[in-house]
């Protein structure tokens, strides 16, 4: 009979394995070799298209949005991303890709430029802390962008070592997020035009890391914000140098008589800024560019800003013996403090609020020296000065510093301000730089030894809260038309490294908004967002766009399948030789080894069903040279080749471990 030898063999299911692991391939992408990927500006614009045509009183207005060099909606694709990325859903009920990392810093600004990769540069995600961006834009900006392991993009030119302690500033109002509560902005420098004006519209601060909202009073509008001190960028990076926004105070003229202000609530944190305790107020402040006022009719003219007053309704809880409750009683009642008057040193200002107990009252003025001529070749300087006043209840002190470190003659350029409370002892720096007070004791710092209690449960009033004021020397007036921004408040008393941090403003390094974060990488997306309130990065059409060189190095990441199968070969089976020139087909009878039964007359048969006698007798071993994988369905699924043929032996069990990857 002819021998049918066996070549299949059972798997056991405990034999086969498999292990995945992660594959990490390095990519780069550049302008000329974009190719799938696309790259897109976005920018908030939040009227619609379909308002009616005020001119003609019919008909659609039509409201032209920027778009993408692909056509694109910029204004849909800034709903789009922030939808997808950085907007919380009411209740929480959706959660975008870093929702639940405390690490992650997401900020969507005005505009934003991104990069979104397709799936087969990226396969499952971006590997966190792998991405590195170079842009830049003519000859001069040129920065780059790190990713960190939690998504935050980071550019190392700016040095956080320097910035202010995060953990001590208990209180911070910027104005950055609230474009989304203006329409018709379609640039930023029209952002005043339309819906901007800002009054009867909530605002959002923090205090002691958590968010608060107030209202904003009287006529206030959100403009354009710090300008960037890079004196070129006009030549190179258009008319946005101002970097995110701030609040006007408008003059009343503009329809609102009322005072313009910002209330913040009493809470128990300001008590941590008492005459005994360390403390620092910053901000940055200008006089608006229209604000040119400099004489009255030849008379003296005295303009004050309000800055930082804790001198409004001031209450305290006390027990009614007679209703046997526990009840609210104003104990001062005070708006303001008095202007400060170039001629009258300090005792005016003490006069205007002695027996009065107040943490601070922060005011500019600005003003002449002296009687002011209508001829402009003999008019006085304008001094810009800052008052400073506090009180215990029995005394009040405070002292006048005159801003000499400002820039700009009228103060309409952009500066920064600092109040620092060190060792009871005041000190006050305008643009980084520590500067005297004026008067009979001229100083570096106002000494508060010996002072009493200074806390009180008044409201901290940001702005005016009154509209007029009367003086003694010439007139003087509550200036309304200035700006601020960046407001911040520590429970420390802030170095000389930190103030100058927070007072720097350049266009490559600046730090005022205290983060080296100018976008997020979406590693499971595949998505890389730029946007930031400095202008550098959203010069031009954005960090990937057209008119910008730029450069993206990231790793994929590939999850890969290795399998492993462990293949038994007992040694009495698989011993017979499966090759074609091992079997014969005998000459006469083919069911029979009639004339066929040694070697000699076996070796030039044609193949056949019978083994070759060497092959039965054990003068020649079989060999193995490839393995197949087969399915139930004896359906090959893989093969694997041996470097070598391997002899099979039939004295001990053989063993072979197949692998392969996908």
Not at 466 to 493: K, L
Not at 558 to 566: F, K, P, R, S
Not at 576 to 587: A, K, L, M
Request: glycine share 8%; charged share 15%.
């Amino acid at each position: 009979m002819p021998i049918k030898p066996s070549v299949f063999r059972p798997i056991k299911a405990n034999d086969v394995h498999q292990r995945p692991f992660k594959s990490y391939k390095s990519y780069k992408i550049s302008n000329s070799t974009i190719a799938a990927n696309v790259t897109q500006s976005a920018r908030y614009r939040g009227d619609r298209i379909d308002i009616l045509n005020s001119d003609t009183g019919t008909g659609l207005l039509e409201m032209p949005y920027p778009t993408n060099p692909d056509g694109t909606n910029m204004h849909v694709l800034w709903k789009s991303l922030n939808h997808r990325f950085y907007k919380i859903g009411n209740n929480n009920d959706y959660i975008s890709e870093h929702a639940l990392s405390s690490r992650t810093k997401k900020q969507f600004h005005l505009s934003a430029s991104t990069l979104a990769i397709p799936y087969n540069d990226v396969g499952e995600r971006i590997k966190p802390n792998t991405v590195f961006i170079e842009s830049k834009l003519g000859t001069l900006s040129s920065y780059h962008l790190h990713a960190d392991k939690f998504g935050n993009l980071r550019d190392y030119a700016i040095q956080t070592a320097s910035f202010a302690s995060a953990s001590n500033n208990f209180f911070y109002l910027s104005f950055n997020n609230e474009f989304q509560q203006v329409n018709n902005i379609n640039t930023k420098s029209d952002v005043i035009q339309g819906g901007a004006h800002f009054s009867g519209k909530n605002i959002t601060y923090s205090l002691n890391g958590k968010k608060e909202t107030t209202t904003v009073e009287g006529n206030v509008s959100l403009v354009p914000g710090v300008q960037t001190s890079f004196i070129s960028a006009s030549q190179y990076y258009g008319e946005y140098t101002s970097s995110g926004f701030a609040l006007q105070y408008s003059s009343a003229s503009l329809g609102h008589a009322s005072a313009s202000y910002i209330r913040i609530p009493h809470d128990s944190v300001f008590d941590r800024m008492g005459a005994c305790d360390d403390w620092t107020i910053s901000c940055w402040v200008r006089f608006s560019p229209s604000n040119n006022n400099e004489y009255n009719g030849g008379a003296v003219v005295t303009e004050y800003f309000p800055l930082f007053n804790k001198q409004a309704v001031i209450k305290e809880k006390f027990f009614n013996t007679t209703t046997k409750t526990m009840e609210f009683r104003t104990i001062v009642r005070n708006e303001a403090t008095a202007p400060v008057n170039a001629t009258a040193g300090n005792s005016q200002l003490v006069s205007q609020v002695a027996g009065q107990r107040f943490p601070f009252a922060i005011n500019l003025a600005r003003m002449q020296a002296s009687a002011l001529s209508t001829d402009e070749t003999e008019r006085e300087p304008v001094s810009i000065r800052l008052a400073v006043l506090l009180g215990d209840g029995s005394r009040t002190t405070g002292a006048v510093y005159n801003l000499l470190p400002w820039t700009g003659s009228l103060g309409n350029s952009w500066n920064h301000l600092t109040v620092q409370n060190s060792g009871s002892n005041i000190f006050v720096f305008a643009n980084g730089e520590q500067i005297d007070h004026v008067g009979a004791d001229p100083g570096l710092a106002i000494n508060l030894s010996g002072f009493g209690s200074t806390i009180n449960s008044a409201d901290l009033m940001i702005g005016s809260p009154t509209t007029t004021h009367t003086g003694s020397h010439g007139s003087i007036r509550t200036g309304q038309g200035y700006e601020m921004a960046e407001i911040r408040m520590y429970d420390y008393a802030v170095n000389q490294t930190g103030i100058s941090s927070l007072s720097s403003n350049d266009y490559f390094s600046g730090s005022l908004y205290q983060t080296n974060i100018a976008g997020n990488v979406f590693n499971r997306n595949g998505q890389i967002v730029v946007s930031s309130p400095l202008p550098k990065y959203n010069t031009g059409s954005g960090t990937f766009g057209n008119d910008h060189t730029y450069t993206v190095k990231y790793r994929g990441t590939h999850q890969i399948y290795e399998n492993q199968v462990m293949v038994r070969v007992p040694k009495d089976e698989c011993n017979v030789s499966v090759n074609p020139s091992s079997t014969f087909t005998p000459t006469t009878n083919p069911n029979s080894l009639d004339g066929c039964a040694n070697d000699s007359k076996q070796s030039n048969l044609a193949p056949g069903e019978f083994r070759k006698r060497m092959f039965m007798s054990g003068s020649a071993f079989p060999y193995i040279t490839t393995i197949g994988l087969y399915n139930e369905k004896a359906q090959l699924l893989a093969v694997g080749k041996c470097a070598q043929p391997i002899q099979k032996r039939s004295d001990i069990d053989m063993n072979f471990i197949v692998r392969w990857d996908y």
